[in-house]
């Protein structure tokens, strides 16, 4: 029996189980492809960009750790790596661009001079791979964010700077999205904070506040774009206090009807945001997600398939929101090969999503609505030892994607022919 013969039977005995339990498993998998996940490009680089030649990440509260030989150094090799990945991966995926990423030849563009011309061939291979894409403004690494504040600065000029340079992503987000036919999420996270304790907080938040008001002042198609804001509890060398809290941008949203950008990574060890997104959605009308791992803080491990993954997943479908949540991932590890990165944590996203598909919705809610809580969590434990791989391997083979472990001879043989041979 060939391999495509054994997944195919493995398969097909896993959907007469779940369908004992009620779940449709092709309706499942239906609703996966339906949802796609969005590469964050700075995984490939360890956010160094290319604004200019061996640019590398520095300040902003943010640190890439590692050195793993093979990183992309340009952008055809970083086009080659994300193409590679998803190669890899199943389903369509989209491209998470940040904006020190832009198509620049060599040129030196400040970032309140960035146009829609300096990312054209981003959206055109985009367009080529048949995928959306999503856009950041970058507002760390550059001398004007030095001393920790962008948006929130109490400089006029520095914050005009900064304003400038966000009102252009939104500019360039739109176009993204109009070209392409889908709708790019432009995702605004900023460093500003203090690494010991301020006296004046409330300034810096108000300042915030308006230059968030003249951002927004231009408006598009929704259809072409989206805004999102996103929280951070605190970053390397701003652990006393960040200007742009959890509550300052959960409010900012509610009031204005952004989307609210929850990262996994942003809050106290032991929140979980996946508590978070139903609380979210009876207020904003979308939610973007950035995934990733944190081990004690903010650290962007690779998203392994674990609690808090799934727990995500889980309130995603539960509360019937695959249009209203957007997943992409947030995290860098350059201790690693970083296609393996890519592959492992993207996939480690598609499966929580495939398990919470996978669950008797119906039967779980007629037993929490009728206190039979023995037997929901009966059900869910038992879920755990259902034939869950093979729907997934089923899932990879339909995509004509690696099953199982297969993927990683294909990146090795990849680091072999192609990142080894990079200085």
Request: glycine share 8%; net charge negative; with cysteine.
């Amino acid at each position: 029996m060939t391999k495509s013969e054994t997944v195919t039977k493995a398969f097909e005995a896993a959907k007469e189980e779940y369908a004992r339990i009620g779940v449709d498993v092709e309706a499942a998998i239906t609703q996966l492809d339906n949802f796609p996940i969005s590469l964050h490009c700075w995984q490939a680089d360890d956010v160094g960009g290319f604004e200019t030649p061996d640019a590398e990440l520095s300040g902003g509260g943010i640190q890439a750790t590692g050195n793993y030989p093979g990183k992309a150094r340009n952008i055809e090799e970083h086009r080659m790596d994300v193409e590679k990945s998803m190669e890899l991966i199943p389903g369509k995926q989209r491209l998470n661009l940040h904006a020190i990423y832009g198509d620049f030849k060599g040129e030196k563009v400040d970032r309140d001079q960035i146009e829609v011309k300096h990312f054209q061939s981003w959206i055109d291979w985009a367009k080529g791979l048949g995928i959306g894409m999503d856009f950041n403004s970058s507002m760390f690494s550059h001398p004007k964010a030095a001393d920790d504040l962008t948006l929130s600065h109490k400089d006029k000029g520095i914050r005009d700077f900064w304003i400038e340079h966000t009102k252009r992503c939104r500019v360039i987000g739109a176009e993204m999205g109009k070209q392409l036919g889908s709708p790019s999420i432009h995702n605004i996270w900023i460093q500003d904070g203090s690494k010991d304790l301020p006296v004046d907080r409330y300034t810096h938040r108000a300042i915030l506040k308006d230059s968030l008001d003249e951002i927004f002042g231009e408006e598009f198609p929704a259809a072409h774009l989206k805004d999102a804001i996103e929280s951070k509890l605190f970053g390397i060398g701003l652990e006393a206090m960040t200007v742009g809290n959890s509550e300052f941008y959960l409010g900012y949203a509610v009031a204005n009807q952004k989307l609210i950008c929850l990262d996994s990574g942003h809050f106290h060890p032991t929140e979980q945001i996946g508590d978070k997104i139903s609380s979210a959605l009876l207020f904003v009308p979308e939610i973007l997600l950035h995934v990733t791992r944190p081990i004690r803080w903010d650290s962007d491990h690779v998203v392994t398939l674990n609690d808090d993954t799934l727990l995500i997943a889980q309130e995603i479908v539960r509360a019937g929101a695959l249009d209203r949540v957007h997943m992409g991932l947030d995290y860098f590890d350059a201790s690693i090969n970083r296609i393996g990165a890519y592959v492992v944590g993207t996939r480690a996203a598609q499966q929580a999503m495939l398990f919470a598909l996978l669950e008797p919705r119906e039967m779980l809610l007629k037993y929490e609505e009728n206190r039979n809580f023995f037997e929901r969590l009966a059900i869910l434990e038992l879920l755990k030892t259902k034939p869950f791989g093979a729907v997934w391997d089923y899932y990879c083979l339909r995509n004509d994607v690696p099953v199982a472990q297969d993927f990683i001879t294909e990146i090795q043989q990849y680091e072999k022919d192609v990142l080894s041979k990079r200085s």
